[in-house]
């Protein structure tokens, strides 16, 4: 969702170049990728050897089984002295272009690797489909973990903590190539007399979509996601994604603001340029506390949060996704509190995975944005993830050109744009359920004049079905 901030003194200037920036670093990412699904087709090849293998002892004495055994092992090892030289090439390849980079941080990313292109990889048997549930856990999240454009969303632990704060059903659906998983996604269902009956992969957040070996495999899964929807007759599939490669009509809108971090915050205010750096320290004055923490912040967190999303005319969660989102120890999750006099005016949550720390949730006080607080606190927030070995930032989505792009653009932030594909019934329209619909309009209007009591009694039974 777009991270909800309150953007003073925001134009469209923009910081300098991060030093990771070129052809070279793209192509680095773009090998690094394809060195890891080759590693997935080596183990499934190594899995088939073995399989091969353990059929010798079965046919002894059958000669013509044997033979026939012979003839399969020679194709499996030929295919892994194939893949053996590939990636031997790959690694070359690789250790070609870290050479030719500049110095300062010849390793670091561009990008990071969940958005990186996919290497395809194609099945070596038929493609089967079908529903995944508990038992399947651990399965699913090894997929998940080992594949390089996998978001923090895809994993399994995002069906238990969207059901148990909405009470939404979902199917998660499962690709295999014999035994192999080739590819998984996750769906979340949405049904209520307001809104309608939909499914979205998957809501509240701005990643999901499918993740497989291959283009082809995801294009399976979309396909029958979309039979699975027909068969419960639901109005839409709205399919979050930033690739570029399905069939159905998608959204272009929006995009997420990302940010390369350098490995020191020297370097990172130096990037900043004076502008930025001024801006972040006006609220010095005010003598802010910032802390950084868990549960224990929850309620002071929820507090500024609520108060923003009732000022900005959007329906407020409640309060029990974020406690089981800080408290699940599968996710890398902080809560970011900012405080004057010992009061909470702004806060942060942020989510961690691999190289990328994300902010999905921001939010300051109407009444201290002229000490630029928000400014002050996201500089802190920054130094916080160098610290903490991160390689990049997630400002969050926004509308292209919108205040909230603007305030990402002058940090640096480079935009990644969005794919959200949507499946309908022929001849069907897909609502529009955002903000940007104009029929809201009235309602965003009145939903700021409520008591923040009321706000927050009716809020999280709306916003449960907005995705």
Not at 54 to 60: E, H, P
Not at 355 to 369: F, H, Y
Request: a positive charge; aromatic letters at 10%; one cysteine or more.
């Amino acid at each position: 969702m777009d991270a909800h901030q309150s953007p003073t003194n925001t134009d469209d200037s923009t910081a300098n170049a991060t030093p990771n920036s070129g052809l070279a670093d793209k192509k680095l990412a773009e090998l690094e990728g394809e060195l890891s699904a080759l590693k997935q087709h080596v183990k499934f090849q190594l899995s088939k050897k073995k399989e091969v293998s353990s059929q010798f002892k079965l046919a002894k004495g059958d000669k013509e089984k044997t033979q026939e055994l012979k003839a399969k092992m020679q194709v499996v090892s030929a295919e892994l002295a194939s893949l053996e030289q590939e990636r031997k090439s790959i690694e070359q390849a690789i250790a070609t272009v870290k050479d030719s980079l500049l110095e300062g941080e010849p390793t670091r990313k561009t990008i990071p690797s969940q958005f990186s292109p996919i290497a395809e990889v194609e099945p070596t048997a038929e493609i089967s489909i079908s529903l995944a549930s508990d038992a399947d856990i651990q399965s699913w999240d090894q997929y998940v973990g080992s594949h390089p454009q996998a978001s923090a969303y895809h994993y399994y632990v995002w069906r238990q903590v969207i059901s148990e704060s909405f009470g939404h059903q979902s199917f998660y659906l499962i690709a295999k190539s014999g035994e192999e998983i080739v590819g998984v996604l996750p769906i979340t269902w949405l049904s209520s007399k307001l809104f309608g009956s939909f499914g979205v992969s998957i809501p509240f957040f701005n990643y999901g979509g499918p993740l497989a070996n291959s283009n082809g495999i995801a294009a399976q899964l979309l396909k029958r996601a979309g039979t699975i929807a027909k068969e419960h007759n639901l109005s839409h599939l709205e399919i979050r994604t930033t690739t570029d490669a399905f069939s159905w009509p998608a959204e272009t809108k929006k995009v997420s603001m990302l940010l390369a971090l350098p490995s020191s915050k020297e370097t990172l205010d130096s990037d900043l340029g004076a502008k930025v750096r001024a801006q972040a320290k006006q609220a010095d004055q005010y003598s802010p506390v910032i802390k950084f923490g868990g549960v224990e912040l929850l309620d002071d967190f929820y507090r500024v949060f609520a108060i923003n999303m009732r000022d900005l005319g959007t329906p407020v969660y409640g309060k029990q996704i974020f406690k089981n989102i800080i408290t699940n120890a599968a996710i890398n999750a902080k809560i970011v509190v900012t405080y004057i006099n010992n009061k909470p005016v702004g806060t942060a949550f942020l989510i961690g995975h691999r190289e990328l720390m994300e902010i999905p949730w921001a939010s300051t006080i109407k009444r201290v944005n002229h000490m630029n607080i928000n400014s002050w606190m996201y500089h802190h927030i920054l130094h916080y993830c160098i610290d903490q070995g991160f390689e990049f930032f997630d400002f969050g989505r926004s509308t292209v050109n919108a205040g909230t792009y603007r305030f990402k653009k002058q940090w640096g932030a480079k935009p990644i744009k969005h794919y959200w594909y949507t499946w309908r019934p022929e001849g069907e329209e897909a609502p529009s359920l955002n903000p940007d619909n104009p029929k809201f309009k009235l309602m965003i209007a009145t939903w700021k004049r409520l008591p923040l009591f009321m706000a927050n009694l009716i809020g999280p039974h709306v916003v449960k079905n907005l995705p």
